[in-house]
């Protein structure tokens, strides 16, 4: 005989008395492999979850953390592969870390495709704005003036505007299309210039390196519009990205009083970038964004290595409203030109 009493089987004997708790406590475990499945999707998730940690909390430093968080967008689309990962090791502590930093990354890129929150402006005046980047004066002057003649363009914003290229413009039609202008023609990628329709008033420059120009023009039953045409160094190297930053930080807030201020240009910078979205914090929207085209890119125009980023914008005071955006191609330029609709307030109250 086995001496075995019939209230406590060999299993009992084996596991003891709380041998079921155990196995309640193991059924919630992660289940598979074991720890190497657990490090594999780990390592594999870590990069994502890195990058929802930078982009969420402003965190990038120096070449090429900076440079490389205009990306967000790609990592943002390819963040359910590590999750797929964590899914199929069955690691689950590792799935919700990695679902969690593909919901930021989400949250952070999905609301540039939906129009966003924009205030209803009745009885106000439209005006059409176009910012193009000249590719060191390069660009076809043609299709410039023509876009600026088919959209009815009132500002238009050039940057890496050379005096060769101001010529061919100006030999295209386009001061007969925008007879005013503050223009700062420059050998290379330094120069700038600012188109109208409109007599410029005055000019207000923003200090910096590169000088861009600004203007103040008058709109019949709206009052003083301020421009300012925006064209930062390229953040790509360590010498660049300092000045990058500083033409950033340098660029004025929103007027509290009855002027509008409008920023056109090739900003070297996407809405993941911190410094951007600290100038979008101050009071000014992106038109883009608020119509849902925030996904609308602009540079490196036809390549397909790198992906192509949204760097050009149009910002505006929040109490002009954005119609629509829309991109253009323009022939031997690298950036596709950006076209606004905005409708500006008349008598635009002070804001609040």
């Given amino acids: 005989m086995s001496g075995l009493s019939p209230l406590s089987g060999g299993r009992n004997r084996r596991h003891g008395p709380f041998g079921g708790r155990h196995r309640a406590r193991a059924a919630f475990r992660d289940t598979g492999p074991g720890h190497g499945a657990t490090i594999a999707a780990a390592l594999v998730a870590l990069p994502w979850v890195a990058w929802a940690v930078v982009r969420t909390f402003g965190l990038e430093r120096g070449v090429p953390g900076v440079p490389a968080m205009a990306f967000t967008p790609y990592v943002a689309l390819t963040s359910v592969l590590p999750l797929a990962v964590a899914l199929l090791l069955r690691r689950r502590a ?16 999905v609301p540039r495709m939906l129009p966003g929150p924009r205030p209803e402006v009745r009885d106000g005046r439209t005006l059409t704005v176009m910012t193009a980047n000249l590719h060191l004066g390069d660009a076809d002057a043609a299709t410039i003036v023509r876009l600026v003649r088919e959209e009815r363009v009132d500002v238009l914003s050039l940057q890496e505007m050379t005096p060769q290229v101001v010529r ?45 120009p600004g203007g103040r023009i008058r709109l019949p039953g709206v009052g003083p519009v301020e421009l300012h045409a925006i064209h930062p160094w390229t953040p790509t190297t360590r010498h660049n990205l300092p000045g990058w930053r500083k033409q950033l930080q340098a660029i004025p807030p929103p007027s509290k009083g009855p002027e509008l201020r409008l920023l056109l240009g090739d900003f070297n910078a996407t809405l993941d970038h911190h410094e951007l979205r600290k100038v979008l914090d101050e009071g000014y929207r992106d038109a883009a964004d608020a119509t849902g085209a925030g996904l609308r890119m602009t540079w490196p125009a036809g390549r397909h290595f790198p992906p ?45």
């Fill in 168 to 212: 061919r413009l100006d030999a295209a039609g386009l001061r007969r299309e925008l007879p005013y202008r503050v223009a700062r023609p420059r050998p290379g990628a330094a120069g700038s210039g600012l188109f109208t329709r409109r007599r410029v008033a005055s000019t207000i420059d923003i200090p910096g390196p590169n000088e861009p």
């Fill in 94 to 109: 590792v799935a919700a870390v990695t679902a969690a930093a593909a919901v930021a990354l989400g949250a952070a890129v």
């Fill in 308 to 352: 192509e980023l949204a760097i050009d914008h149009v910002l505006v005071d929040r109490r002009v409203r954005p119609e629509w955006v829309r991109v253009r191609l323009v022939p031997h330029s690298d950036h596709r030109a950006l076209i606004a609709r905005l409708t500006l307030p008349q008598n635009a109250r002070p804001a609040s």
